[in-house]
């Protein structure tokens, strides 16, 4: 019996795929846990719908991440910091206070999570690399800065 995954089932397939499965499985553990629904027409187009519109999805959030990408290039980024003598930081400059300083000075919010980056601990300036999703990334100038 064909059956189109509603969620991911072990040893099966993931959601949204259309796989074929003994009839008794399907009828006694898939169809009444609502793990899977029957392949009939309605459901393979509503499938192919559902697909359709998550691949447009993506690609839209791709561009998104591209542009934001080229514009991240293009935007140096000043952190103020304290330090005390020989220019040595009192903290260090993290991925949290860069986050936060990209959105007050450009409105990019770029979560911190996204950010690769050792904790800077003298001012200067500094390249951080920022993953965006679907592959793409973007360096980033970070320029520390005497309070």
Do not use: H
């Given at each position: 019996m064909k059956v189109i995954l509603q969620q991911d089932v072990r040893g099966q397939g993931k959601k949204g795929q259309m796989v074929e499965v003994s009839d008794g499985y399907a009828r006694n553990f898939l169809?009444?846990?609502?793990?899977?629904?029957p392949a009939t027409a309605d459901n393979i187009n509503t499938?192919?719908?559902q697909e359709?519109?998550?691949?447009?999805r993506e690609a839209r959030e791709r561009e998104a991440a591209v542009a934001l990408a080229n514009?991240?290039?293009e935007m140096p980024v000043r952190v103020k910091a304290k330090a005390g003598a020989g220019g040595k930081l009192f903290g260090s400059v993290t991925t949290k206070e860069i986050s936060a300083a990209?959105?007050?000075?450009?409105?990019?919010?770029?979560?911190?999570?996204?950010?690769?980056s050792e904790p800077i601990k003298a001012f200067g300036s500094y390249s951080v690399k920022a993953k965006l999703g679907y592959e793409v990334s973007a360096q980033i100038t970070v320029i520390v800065e005497e309070a």
């Open positions: 169809l009444p846990k609502k793990l899977a629904v499938m192919n719908q359709k519109a998550r691949r447009e514009r991240l290039r990209l959105k007050e000075q450009y409105g990019c919010d770029v979560p911190k999570n996204a950010l690769q």
